[in-house]
């Protein structure tokens, strides 16, 4: 990873710093909620007080049949059209009964559905009608109560049978529908209003199963339904912009009053669905996820309003009808004397609250990113230039490795006062003392042939003196080795003196147009002779190879590496030399061959001067300085190209690459 990258990384550190707002911010709009909360809450505790206070006519405490408004005309047909708007709030005393209630201005309505698949049907005005299948409707209006039978012998109208004497107040008679069906009947009646009573009790008898629900007993219950009155009352004590539903301990919706809406309403935002966005990915998911309260429902279910109806508080917050608002909910028990008659659920709808909080946390997100950005800024252009200076730096040590060594003054940096030029320096004071070294080695080949010459040829002239003089027979042999080892060091000194010359050649060559592939064919020619009997494969193309350079001296390097191959390579091993093309363009010459492999260590230093490897593999006889693959890398470095060696699976191979000299322009006359 790059410098700049990891500064990068640091400064994404900065990001800690609206992550700590954000913390901020929530903690603060957690405690204007809780604020709210307990505001609302207080208000219903109140209201609750102000009901009792003023002699509201609150529910009991008993369960109830609730009367819904008919959204229409109900036609008394048996069949359950007109009910099925009013079906999901169907109440069931007993399973396999389902009750409904409706009214108008003229007429209470029931509907009634039973599962019974045993029929027994009677008349309910002969004697076998209590035996039968029947449903009992008892109807109360204070004090006074009535019974009626209702059976059915056969599908259709019916009129029920009054069990007890007349009753002033209650009707005489009761019509309706008798319907069966597949699961069991359906029966629907209607009450005149006038009529109706304000208790309703409902028993339903099983002819084969008595027991069945509640051996026939009814289920008295009074009627509930949404009061004006009541609704007047919470109208005039709610407080503006809060809607208030009083339920029964079913709850039942007995009173609504109040309007939800903001008294002064704050400033649209300029950008509502960034606000919607902040509220519900960053504010809201902790303390959102009620669902809404239905509207302009008989009766409310959900959990908060069963907790409070059970005499537990809630609070809770959900989205609002319109973009960028919240609504508060809370629901109380309401209690009458110590005594929980239902609930009171109060709603509260605000727009300041979300519309402040994401203003505070849409400024701390600007001015977190806008900090961000120019630290991140800051940071990168650090990060460039302190890696421009590094990378200065490294260029200057690649090209003084490249070219030997580099004077003091070369390097960049050297004269900064901060660790990077501290680091110059150090370099400087290396590169220095590694140039000094590597010019006294480049000097010592021909600074030891110059100097070896003259004692050289002293060793030789005695050892001739020696040969006419009279020697013992025993001194020969002495003086036959001494005259070999003189030979084998003047073979030294030449190739000393040859390899400094060569060094001078390589620096005044001059570059002309050849055909590669003609110089290494010719080469590959001469050497097979000297391979023998070792195998010598070659893959020269037939098509001529431009280049540009000096032959003679890709001739020598040939040579070298030709030469080097065969010191190594076993009698019965293989040569293989290969002309190609790289897929920069440039000429690739490799030289393989079967033999030990090249040690890891070394293979950085192959190519320098008065550098060998040459150990128990290598041919025996013939002096070795470690000269010749370095003229190889001077032969390469002359052609703009470079020299590598690896180890083969069974051998070893050396690449020598090369672009070509470049071209010398001719000088124009003035």
């Known amino acids: 990873m790059t410098l700049r990258r990891k500064l990068l990384l640091v400064?994404?550190?900065?990001?800690?710093?609206?992550?700590?707002?954000?913390?901020?911010?929530?903690?603060?709009?957690?405690?204007?909620?809780?604020?709210?909360?307990?505001?609302?809450?207080?208000?219903?505790?109140?209201?609750?007080r102000g009901l009792v206070a003023v002699g509201a006519d609150v529910p009991a405490s008993e369960h109830g049949w609730y009367v819904q408004k008919a959204a229409q005309s109900v036609a008394l047909d048996g069949y359950g059209d007109e009910w099925t708007p009013l079906s999901p709030w169907a109440q069931q005393p007993w399973p396999g009964v389902s009750v409904q209630l409706a009214d108008d201005p003229a007429w209470l309505y029931l509907y009634m559905q039973v599962n019974d698949t045993t029929a027994s049907r009677g008349s309910a005005t002969r004697d076998n009608g209590a035996a039968a299948d029947h449903v009992m409707l008892v109807l109360q209006r204070g004090e006074q109560q009535r019974r009626y039978l209702i059976a059915g012998s056969t599908p259709g109208s019916f009129r029920a049978h009054p069990l007890d004497p007349r009753v002033h107040g209650l009707p005489d008679q009761i019509t309706g529908q008798w319907l069966e069906y597949g699961g069991g009947y359906r029966i629907e009646l209607r009450i005149p209003r006038a009529q109706a009573p304000d208790q309703l009790g409902i028993a339903v008898y099983d002819a084969e199963a008595p027991k069945r629900f509640d051996g026939g007993e009814p289920d008295i219950r009074p009627l509930l339904s949404l009061s004006p009155s009541l609704s007047n009352d919470l109208t005039q004590l709610a407080p503006s912009g809060?809607?208030?539903?009083?339920?029964?301990?079913?709850?039942?919706?007995?009173?609504?009053?109040?309007?939800?809406?903001?008294?002064h309403k704050s400033k649209p935002s300029k950008f509502p669905w960034l606000d919607s966005l902040l509220s519900d990915v960053l504010v809201i998911p902790s303390v959102q996820r009620r669902e809404h309260l239905p509207r302009d429902v008989p009766r409310l279910e959900e959990p908060d309003v069963q907790q409070a109806l059970d005499g537990r508080a809630t609070a809770g917050w959900r989205n609002g009808d319109t973009p960028g608002s919240v609504v508060l909910t809370v629901a109380v028990p309401l209690d009458v004397h110590g005594q929980n008659r239902g609930a009171l659920v109060l709603e509260q709808s605000s727009q300041a609250l979300p519309l402040l909080t994401n203003r505070a946390?849409?400024?701390?997100?600007?001015?977190?990113?806008?900090?961000?950005?120019?630290?991140?800024?800051?940071?990168?252009?650090?990060?460039?230039?302190?890696?421009?200076?590094?990378?200065?730096?490294?260029d200057a040590a690649e090209q003084a490795q490249r070219h030997d060594g580099l004077p003091l003054?070369?390097?960049?940096?050297?004269?900064?006062?901060?660790?990077?030029?501290?680091?110059?320096?150090?370099?400087?004071?290396?590169?220095?003392?590694?140039?000094?070294?590597?010019?006294?080695?480049?000097?010592?080949?021909?600074?030891?042939?110059?100097?070896?010459?003259?004692?050289?040829?002293?060793?030789?002239?005695?050892?001739?003196?020696?040969?006419?003089?009279?020697?013992?027979?025993?001194?020969?042999p002495y003086v036959s080795r001494a005259r070999d080892g003189a030979a084998r060091l003047a073979t030294i000194v030449r190739a000393m003196s040859e390899a400094s010359r060569m060094e001078r050649a390589i620096a005044s060559a001059d570059g002309e147009d050849f055909d590669l592939a003609q110089v290494v064919r010719g080469c590959a020619e001469a050497y097979k002779p000297l391979a023998a009997p070792r195998r010598l494969e070659c893959a020269i193309p037939d098509k001529p190879f431009p280049l540009h350079g000096a032959p003679e001296l890709i001739a020598q390097a040939l040579d070298k590496l030709f030469d080097n191959a065969l010191s190594y390579t076993p009698v019965e091993g293989w040569i293989r030399i290969t002309l190609g093309v790289t897929e920069d363009g440039e000429a690739r010459i490799e030289v393989a061959n079967n033999g030990p492999p090249l040690p890891e260590v070394m293979q950085g230093q192959l190519f320098d001067s008065l550098v060998t490897v040459r150990g128990s593999g290598a041919r025996a006889g013939a002096p070795h300085l470690g000269l010749g693959l370095y003229v190889v890398r001077l032969v390469a470095e002359l052609h703009q190209g470079k020299v590598s060696g690896r180890n083969l699976r069974d051998g070893?191979?050396?690449?020598m690459q090369m672009r070509g000299m470049p071209r010398k322009r001719l000088a124009r006359n003035a």
């Not at 252009?381 to 890696?387: D, E, I, R």
């Not at 070893?652 to 690449?655: D, E, P």
């Open 652 to 655: 070893v191979a050396f690449v």
């Open 11 to 48: 400064a994404l550190s900065t990001l800690a710093l609206p992550w700590a707002g954000w913390l901020y911010v929530r903690q603060m709009e957690q405690l204007l909620r809780n604020s709210q909360e307990q505001a609302l809450l207080a208000i219903a505790f109140a209201l609750d």
């Open 361 to 394: 946390l849409l400024g701390l997100m600007l001015a977190s990113v806008a900090v961000l950005l120019i630290a991140g800024a800051v940071l990168f252009a650090f990060a460039t230039w302190l890696s421009l200076r590094i990378g200065r730096l490294r």
């Open 409 to 476: 003054a070369s390097l960049p940096l050297v004269e900064d006062n901060d660790e990077l030029g501290d680091l110059a320096r150090s370099f400087s004071r290396l590169l220095d003392a590694i140039g000094t070294y590597t010019e006294y080695l480049r000097n010592l080949a021909s600074n030891l042939s110059h100097e070896l010459n003259t004692p050289l040829a002293i060793v030789k002239s005695s050892l001739d003196n020696l040969e006419h003089a009279e020697l013992p027979a025993d001194a020969q």
């Open 242 to 263: 809060v809607r208030v539903r009083l339920l029964s301990a079913d709850g039942w919706v007995l009173g609504e009053g109040g309007t939800m809406t903001e008294p």
